[in-house]
């Protein structure tokens, strides 16, 4: 079954520590590929996304993701996070795309939390 | 841009009764809506996908006369959770959808 891994559930960091989320998805297919963010009691806000062309992607809020196909991964990365980072995130996988059904798989969330 | 609605934001209701959420896209037309339930502390799981004018389609274990979905325009698409029960009181998020999916603020169901 396609499926998507977050394996950081719990992250926690000082302020202005390098941050790696980790995404691997299982689906030899053509994907697109989303990182979301959801700060406490709000929506899920879309950080960035890839659908083609260069593997490295660039975000809001100074995010940014690297598809690596061979290894099935969309890493989430942010030099220097900051307090106000603390939130969770959402690593998603549209798998059929071309169908015209963008229907998500979801990762379990990493739950990130900054030390001021 | 790129804008979603959800009424209402939180909502108390007895066991029994029905209860309909609606969800908008504000500022867009979405091909596609998504509703999904959100535990605490967990991911979001899909309960279907609702095309304009078309029946939704329901994920496996979803009841499709429990949760009605109507979507009656390119920009509105709601969830009636019909004869309600403590069980159903969860996060209910819906998502508008061209090729990414915009998530609405989500709706509170506590049903008593």
């Known amino acids: ?116 | 841009g790129a804008v979603v609605s959800q009424h209402p934001s939180r909502v108390i209701c007895k066991s029994g009764t029905s209860v309909k959420i609606e969800c908008r896209s504000l500022d867009f037309q979405a091909t596609t809506m998504f509703w999904y339930r959100q535990f605490p502390k967990q991911s979001l799981m899909l309960m279907a996908t609702s095309n304009e004018g078309s029946k939704a389609t329901y994920e496996q274990g979803v009841e499709k006369d429990k949760f009605l979905i109507n979507h009656a325009s390119l920009t509105l698409s709601t969830l009636t959770v019909t004869s309600a029960h403590p069980e159903d009181s969860s996060f209910y998020i819906c998502s508008a959808s061209k090729e990414t999916q915009y998530f609405g603020p989500g709706t509170r169901l506590l049903v008593l």
């Open chain 1, 1 to 116: 079954a396609q499926s998507v891994s977050q394996h950081n559930h719990h992250v926690i960091l000082s302020e202005a520590a390098s941050l790696e989320l980790g995404c691997n998805y299982s689906y030899g297919g053509t994907v697109n590929l989303f990182w979301y963010v959801q700060y406490p009691g709000q929506h899920l806000q879309l950080l960035l996304k890839y659908f083609s062309g260069d593997p490295l992607v660039k975000g809001i809020k100074g995010f940014e993701a690297e598809f690596i196909k061979s290894k099935f991964s969309f890493n989430l990365r942010k030099p220097s996070v900051q307090w106000s980072d603390t939130a969770e995130y959402f690593c998603a996988v549209t798998p059929d795309y071309t169908s015209g059904t963008y229907k998500y798989i979801f990762g379990t969330g990493t739950r990130l939390k900054v030390l001021a």
